[in-house]
T-cell receptor, first 112, second 114 residues
Framework: DQQVKQNSPSLSVQEGRISILNCDYTNSMFDYFLWYKKYPAEGPTFLISISSIKDKNEDGRFTVFLNKSAKHLSLHIVPSQPGDSAVYFCAPVKTSYDKVIFGPGTSLSVIP | DAGVIQSPRHEVTEMGQEVTLRCKPISGHDYLFWYRQTMMRGLELLIYFNNNVPIDDSGMPEDRFSAKMPNASFSTLKIQPSEPRDSAVYFC????????????FGAGSRLTVL
């Protein structure tokens, strides 16, 4: 039962351009959404989050958009940098104090 | 703080052997989680503890897997007997609260079962 889908296993983007990573979920009870970033040989680290009462949250070059009716969220990175090359995991939770279920991840490569 | 410490970083073993992965959480973190990362299933939660007590082990794949937390500074994930399909990267994470944005992960233990 895949509650979280990230349908693009990989994505390549030119440096300076926008990277858009997508995530779809099925459980309408999810009300808090997180993105984690993972470099090779390291554990995932928290990147950015959004509550279901918002449709956008911005932190520097990173913006997350939430469309609750479509059960879809996306992470935008502008401008993309080579250091952004990593695997990005979408992680929705039912409350802000619930165990985390991660999506399968999208591997982003930013080409210099 | 040294962060979440996992050992070994790499383990290669033969099918049927027992494997023990170890984790030292961040001091003061009451929650400890074991995750497994595979290409097919991504990052999946196996089990988590609160104050050394297992709370949810619904993600543990089968009886060959077991996890313990004998004290606040140490946890183990054991696979006995191991099988090739257990090959994956196993992550330990800890947090002071049951909240996703405070999870701190270790660097992972890469297991290869031949």
């Amino acid at each position: 039962d895949q509650q979280v889908k990230q349908n693009s296993p990989s994505l390549s983007v030119q440096e300076g351009r926008i990277s858009i990573l997508n995530c779809d979920y099925t459980n309408s009870m999810f009300d808090y959404f997180l993105w984690y970033k993972k470099y090779p040989a390291e554990g995932p680290t928290f990147l950015i989050s959004i509550s279901s009462i918002k449709d956008k949250n911005e932190d520097g070059r990173f913006t997350v958009f939430l469309n609750k009716s479509a059960k879809h969220l996306s992470l935008h990175i502008v401008p993309s940098q080579p250091g952004d090359s990593a695997v990005y995991f979408c992680a929705p939770v039912k409350t802000s104090y619930d165990k985390v279920i991660f999506g399968p991840g999208t591997s982003l490569s930013v080409i210099p | 703080d040294a962060g979440v410490i996992q050992s070994p970083r790499h383990e290669v073993t033969e099918m049927g052997q027992e494997v023990t992965l170890r984790c030292k959480p961040i001091s003061g973190h009451d929650y400890l989680f074991w995750y497994r990362q595979t290409m097919m299933r991504g990052l999946e939660l196996l089990i988590y503890f609160n104050n050394n007590v297992p709370i949810d082990d619904s993600g543990m794949p089968e009886d060959r897997f077991s996890a313990k937390m004998p004290n606040a500074s140490f946890s183990t994930l054991k696979i006995q007997p191991s099988e090739p399909r257990d090959s994956a990267v196993y992550f330990c994470a800890s947090s002071p609260l049951l909240g996703a944005n405070v999870l701190t992960f270790g660097a992972g233990s890469r297991l290869t079962v031949l």
